[in-house]
């Protein structure tokens, strides 16, 4: 199977509909998505206070079946999959032999044997090879499903309202990381209770015919409520704001899980080999002895944004670095997750800055997240 992605960028089936609604488009993973509509900020604000509406039919969605489907994600991944149950999700991570992290995942079980791997957009084709590749020797199919779906997203605290009207699937009954098969404004969806913003919602994972009627049966349902469409340079923020990683800028195949702070995915007591296993091992005991940097929050004394990059410094000497930054509109001042020295990175480490073009602005430490919802 060959790598090469397309130079022509991809088009999801709502192209039109947010070119009708004057979206500013970017080139994002080799697809044309929407990064904003309006005012980013409007976008931002609206999903922390009332809905938001998202495109992401760009991720990549795999489906892996088979009497051995579990044995194989098993296998291929960090996490214990065999103990996800029917109609629940997990995140879960997928490295290679040297536990350099490839991707981070979510798992849904949809059946017996039958799972939904959803990758990262700009990861989805190397995922598929790694699990394909993998696949080797276990009683299982790996199955490239992007072009089967449509994702749409509803975030924010009336998504839940919003939805409701539209479905009689039992939304109070779906916990935080399950899915369940339903109808959605006539439409058959996989309605997951996830989502990338730190708000409740859902995400609807639907054939791509039937998403252009669905986003319009939302945008009704949610028009008394100010539900807005929303594009990708809101979701950054929300999700920089609910300190949640992004590939390429926390996560990358130089860090393990365990540098990442995120060893909790790794489930070293499951059944049988995995990939990684033993790098990551020694990853996990080296990083208890010797603990390596720290992800931690940064937040603004003055006005300058920090971005990807930018070397954090305290005395002088460069103690780490920024891996995402922006203006946070919930906290109106800019904020930044950087990876620091253990020893700067408890919250209120005095004497931390970010080098901003040979200017050393003054930070605070913050434990991560910069936001938590009130539930």
């Not at 049966?217 to 409520?225: D, I, K, Q, R, S």
Request: some cysteine; charged content about 20%; glycine content about 12%.
């Amino acid at each position: 199977m060959s790598s090469t992605e397309p130079t022509e960028p991809r088009h999801t089936a709502l192209d039109a509909l947010h070119r009708s609604l004057g979206a500013t488009m970017t080139d994002f993973a080799g697809w044309d998505m929407p990064l904003r509509y309006g005012s980013e900020r409007d976008e931002h604000l609206a999903v922390r206070t009332k809905a938001g509406l998202f495109d992401l039919s760009h991720m990549g969605e795999i489906t892996v079946t088979g009497a051995e489907a579990a044995a194989l994600l098993n296998f291929a991944l960090v996490g214990n999959i065999a103990s996800v149950g029917v109609g629940r999700a997990r995140y879960t991570m997928i490295v290679q032999a040297d536990g350099g992290i490839l991707d981070d995942l979510i798992v849904y079980r949809l059946a017996e044997t039958e799972y939904m791997v959803v990758a990262n957009a700009s990861n989805a084709q190397v995922v598929l090879d790694a699990l394909t590749e993998r696949a080797a020797g276990f009683d299982a199919e790996v199955r490239d499903d992007r072009d089967a779906y449509a994702l749409i997203a509803v975030q924010g605290p009336q998504s839940p309202g919003i939805l409701k009207s539209l479905t009689d699937a039992d939304l109070d009954g779906l916990k935080y990381y399950a899915g369940l098969p339903g109808t959605v404004a006539g439409v058959p969806a996989l309605i997951a209770r996830t989502g990338y913003t730190g708000e409740d919602g859902f995400e609807l994972f639907v054939r791509p015919e039937h998403a252009v009627a669905l986003w319009q049966a939302l945008t009704e349902a949610g028009a008394g409520v100010g539900l807005v469409p929303c594009g990708l340079s809101c979701r950054d923020t929300l999700r920089l704001e609910a300190g949640m990683p992004l590939y390429g800028h926390e996560l990358s195949t130089r860090l393990t899980p365990f540098d990442a702070g995120l060893g909790r995915v790794v489930k070293f007591e499951k059944e049988g080999d995995f990939v990684g296993r033993e790098a990551l091992a020694s990853a996990a005991a080296k990083a208890e002895q010797n603990p390596p940097r720290v992800l931690v929050g940064l937040i603004a004394e003055g006005r300058r944004v920090p971005r990807a990059g930018y070397p954090v410094v305290a005395d002088g000497q460069v103690i780490g670095e920024v891996t995402s930054g922006a203006p946070s509109p919930t906290l109106g001042k800019p904020i930044a997750m950087a990876y620091v020295d253990a020893a700067h990175a408890a919250p209120g480490s005095a004497g931390v800055g970010v080098d901003i073009r040979g200017s050393h602005e003054p930070y605070e430490v913050v434990a991560l997240p910069f936001y938590k919802r009130q539930k």
